[in-house]
C-alpha cells in the first residue's frame, strides 16, 4: 500500500495533497517549520528537519514510506540534496514535483546573479529603494549593502527588522499584478530583488516590474543533483498508481 511523504512548503505540495487526499491516497506532508501558522493541509502533516539526509533515511524506515515527492521550492537546495541522498540509501522512489523558471519577456530589464552573495555585490552601487523580495532566509547578507532603502515582504512579522533601513510588509502570497504595481509605486521601487522561483503565486512583482520599467536582479536557481522530475500534478499520480 502506498505510504506517500511529501516535501513541502509550496503551492504545488499543497496541489498535490490536495489531489492524494482526493483520491483516498495515504500521505504526510512535512513543513521545514520557518512560519508560524503553516496552511492546514488534507494529509497528516509533520513539522521540522529530519536531521541531515541520515535522518531522513531513517525517518523513511520508520514511517515505511513507499514514495516520497520532493516539491520543496527550487531554492531549497539542501532538502532536495538529503532527499536524493536518503532514497539512494534507503531505496524509496523519488520524484521531484517542479516549475518551470521564469524567463524575461519583452520588456524586462534583468540583471541576473549566480546566487545570493552575487546579489550582495550586485548591490555595491548608489542608494536605492530596493524591493528585496528573497523571502525571510538571508536576508542578513544584505547589510553589507547598508546604503540602500529595503522593501521586505514577509509572511510572519519578524522579532527585530533583519536590516537597518527597511520597511517591512507582511503578506502571504500569492500576490496579484494590481497589488504589486500599487507596492512598487507606493514605495517608490527603483529595482526588485528576486529568486527565479517560477510559478504563479511569485511572479506579479516582475509583471509590475516590467509594467512600470523598473529594473529587476534575479539571482538564478542553484543546480540541484538529477532525480525524476514532473511539472504537474498529473504527472505524479500517475507515477504513484503505475511505477
Ligand atoms: N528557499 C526558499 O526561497 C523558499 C521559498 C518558499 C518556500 N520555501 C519552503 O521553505 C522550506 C525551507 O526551505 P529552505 O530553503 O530553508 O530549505 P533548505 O535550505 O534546502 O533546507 C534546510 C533544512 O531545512 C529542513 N527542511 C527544509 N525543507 C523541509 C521540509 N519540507 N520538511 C522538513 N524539513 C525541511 C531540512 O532540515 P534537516 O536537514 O534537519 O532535515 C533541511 O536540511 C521548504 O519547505 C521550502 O519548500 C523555501
Known amino acids: 500500500m502506498t505510504n506517500l511523504l511529501i516535501l513541502g512548503g509550496t503551492t504545488e505540495a499543497n ?38 539526509a541520515a535522518g531522513l533515511a531513517r525517518y523513511l524506515s520508520d514511517s515505511a514510506v513507499t514514495h516520497v515527492v520532493d516539491a520543496t521550492h527550487p531554492f531549497a537546495a539542501q532538502m532536495s540534496g538529503n532527499a536524493v541522498a536518503a532514497c539512494a540509501e534507503t531505496g524509496v522512489p523519488l520524484a521531484a514535483l517542479t516549475r518551470p523558471e521564469w524567463a524575461a519577456q519583452d520588456g524586462d530589464r534583468w540583471q541576473h546573479a549566480s546566487d545570493t552573495a552575487a546579489a550582495v555585490a550586485a548591490l555595491s552601487g548608489p542608494a536605492q529603494r530596493v524591493f528585496l523580495a528573497v ?6 547578507d544584505f547589510a553589507a549593502q547598508p546604503q540602500h532603502h529595503y522593501l521586505l515582504r514577509l509572511v510572519d512579522e519578524p522579532d527585530m527588522l533583519p536590516l537597518p533601513n527597511c520597511d517591512v510588509v507582511v503578506s502571504r502570497g500569492p500576490f496579484t499584478v494590481e497589488e504589486d504595481l500599487a507596492l512598487i509605486m507606493r514605495h517608490e521601487t527603483q529595482l526588485v530583488v528576486s529568486k527565479n522561483a517560477g510559478g504563479t503565486g511569485a511572479r506579479a512583482k ?28 498529473t504527472q505524479v499520480l500517475d507515477w504513484l498508481t503505475h511505477p
Open 135 to 140: 523571502g525571510r532566509m538571508h536576508l542578513e
Open 206 to 233: 516582475l509583471d509590475a516590474a516590467r509594467a512600470l520599467g523598473v529594473p529587476v536582479l534575479m539571482i538564478d536557481r542553484p543546480t540541484l543533483p538529477k532525480r525524476v522530475e514532473f511539472s504537474g500534478v
Open 15 to 52: 496541489a498535490l495533497a490536495k489531489a492524494v487526499a482526493q483520491l483516498g491516497i495515504p500521505a504526510t506532508y512535512s513543513y521545514a517549520g520557518r512560519v508560524e501558522n503553516p496552511r492546514p493541509q488534507p494529509v497528516q502533516v509533520r513539522v521540522g528537519g529530519f536531521g541531515g
